[in-house]
């Protein structure tokens, strides 16, 4: 069976589950418990992870942390495992694994499910026990394991405030229950379909749960046009798969709008407008399409300018995060791309099966792409907080004669923008993110020019 692969999100926190072997008692006395929990703070400190809830069972633990960089988590357990490992069995003169296995994890979207998993796991024991982040999160105990999170603090000013806050959220009949338990058993995202699809734009595969039910038609039709039958890139089974140039773009032209880099916003919005998705989490497009096929793609596969954005560039290849190494990534190739071949093109693999340099030169840029667009989602985090966005739409006709074409989009809102804090403007001109704003704005002029390339495509 395939692992399942590990997303990592800056800033994001983690619901994880370690559980014993044959349902071993791991913790058979309190000195147990205390011992482990010396272990628990000494590698979160270590790895940079900061633990939010827990909950110590006799026969697993189960958290909730926001590690610090992508390798902070799976660090944390392989210390964590291997020293109680060592005291478990000095303590019982064993030998062995006391671990069912490899941890499970869930990436949460904290904004709309960060206090639903805390009161999940506080739960998951009687009140009484002394082992679990409750006695801080809802009496204001001391632990110093547990380390607020950031919208715990925002429940109130004092210590007395947040808990009172916490404590109705915690005594709400609100139960999410089976949905996170759910998410955590098939190591998915907990989270909105907003939040996975654009976490899926990022990576390029598919996160969502199948027993979310089966997609509308339009949304399957979307997730396969560009990508159509990915698979993790693998030395042995592709050894004689060879590249060709991308010369070719019909592979995408079927695809509406296109994802942008925050530095190649003024490049990209020369022809097209750059707008953000209306989105809960909003992401950075440019719209080529009225809502037929692409109007930046030529009749013979061209880019319609000299510059192709780098969303398809890196076609027809993908990066994800490993699931057991986060710092890891792994390579995604669409199979059924016509851009491989066995008998022509550049090799990926070196006869000793070592990486080709075509294959070198793919990953670097993929690994490029991969950090810029975690700049880009930061910024656009930003602009969205601000307040400064406003629906809008492209239609055609008033009245009742009135299409619209396309909408589902955001744009800045001029006078919102100059009404912000000088402070705020000031920040924003050092880090480039007026810049970005500016070749925004002047991209929207482009609106016009979808009409007017349609018009000569029907010509």
């Known amino acids: 069976m395939a692992r399942k692969v590990r997303i990592f999100v800056k800033d994001s926190s983690q619901h994880v589950i370690l559980k014993s072997l044959d349902k071993l008692a791991i913790f058979r006395d309190e000195s147990d418990y205390r011992a482990f929990t010396t272990i628990l703070k000494e590698s979160s400190a270590n790895n940079d992870l900061a633990v939010h809830a827990y909950v110590l069972m006799p026969h697993y633990f189960e958290f909730l942390a926001t590690p610090s960089n992508e390798d902070a988590l799976s660090k944390f357990m392989q210390s964590l495992?291997?020293?109680?490992?060592?005291?478990?069995?000095?303590?019982?003169?064993?030998?062995?694994?006391?671990?069912?296995?490899?941890?499970?994890s869930s990436?949460?979207?904290?904004?709309?499910?960060?206090?639903?998993?805390?009161?999940?796991?506080?739960?998951?024991?009687?009140?009484?026990?002394?082992?679990?982040?409750?006695?801080?999160?809802?009496?204001?105990?001391k632990d110093d394991l547990v380390s607020y999170?950031?919208?715990?603090?925002?429940?109130?000013?004092?210590?007395?405030?947040?808990?009172?806050?916490?404590?109705?959220l915690f005594n709400s009949k609100t139960d999410k229950s089976e949905f996170i338990a759910t998410c955590l058993e098939k190591q998915s995202i907990t989270g909105s379909l907003e939040f996975i699809r654009n976490l899926e734009i990022i990576v390029g595969m598919s996160l969502s749960l199948k027993e979310r039910g089966r997609p509308k038609k339009d949304h399957i039709e979307k997730g396969k046009k560009m990508y159509k039958n990915l698979a993790i890139l693998d030395k042995e089974k592709h050894k004689e798969l060879k590249i060709n140039p991308l010369t070719d773009l019909n592979f995408a032209k079927s695809v509406t709008h296109i994802p942008v880099l925050a530095?190649?916003?003024?490049?990209?919005?020369?022809?097209?407008?750059?707008v953000f998705t209306a989105d809960e989490s909003a992401s950075l497009i440019a719209v080529v399409s009225l809502g037929s096929d692409s109007l930046a793609i030529?009749?013979?596969?061209?880019?319609?300018?000299?510059?192709?954005?780098?969303?398809?560039?890196?076609?027809?290849?993908?990066?994800?995060?490993?699931?057991?190494?986060?710092?890891?990534?792994?390579?995604?190739?669409?199979?059924d791309s016509s851009l491989f071949s066995k008998?022509?093109?550049?090799?990926?693999?070196?006869?000793?099966?070592?990486?080709?340099?075509?294959?070198?030169?793919?990953?670097?840029?993929l690994t490029s792409y991969d950090t810029q667009m975690s700049v880009t989602q930061n910024v656009v985090k930003i602009i969205s907080q601000s307040g400064i966005l406003e629906d809008r739409e492209i239609s055609v006709g008033e009245g009742d004669e009135k299409k619209v074409l396309v909408n589902g989009f955001k744009v800045v809102d001029r006078e919102k923008l100059n009404a912000l804090s000088d402070d705020i403007l000031a920040?924003?001109?050092?880090?480039g993110i007026m810049t970005m704003i500016d070749a925004h704005l002047k991209s929207l002029n482009n609106i016009g020019t979808l009409f007017e390339i349609a018009q000569k495509r029907q010509s």
């Open 343 to 365: 008998s022509k093109g550049k090799q990926l693999f070196k006869k000793d099966g070592e990486k080709s340099e075509t294959l070198e030169h793919a990953i670097t840029f």
């Open 81 to 104: 495992g291997r020293k109680y490992v060592g005291y478990f069995n000095k303590k019982y003169n064993r030998t062995g694994t006391i671990w069912e296995g490899r941890y499970k």
């Open 427 to 431: 920040d924003w001109v050092r880090k």
């Open 298 to 335: 030529t009749a013979d596969g061209k880019w319609i300018t000299s510059y192709v954005p780098s969303y398809l560039r890196k076609y027809p290849f993908s990066l994800a995060s490993t699931k057991e190494n986060p710092q890891q990534k792994v390579i995604l190739i669409d199979e």
């Open 107 to 141: 990436l949460v979207e904290n904004d709309k499910f960060l206090f639903d998993v805390m009161i999940y796991i506080e739960k998951l024991a009687p009140r009484e026990h002394l082992f679990s982040s409750i006695y801080k999160n809802l009496y204001n105990k």
């Open 263 to 274: 530095s190649e916003v003024s490049q990209v919005g020369e022809l097209f407008p750059i």
């Open 149 to 168: 999170h950031g919208l715990y603090k925002k429940l109130g000013f004092t210590d007395e405030q947040r808990v009172q806050k916490y404590s109705a």
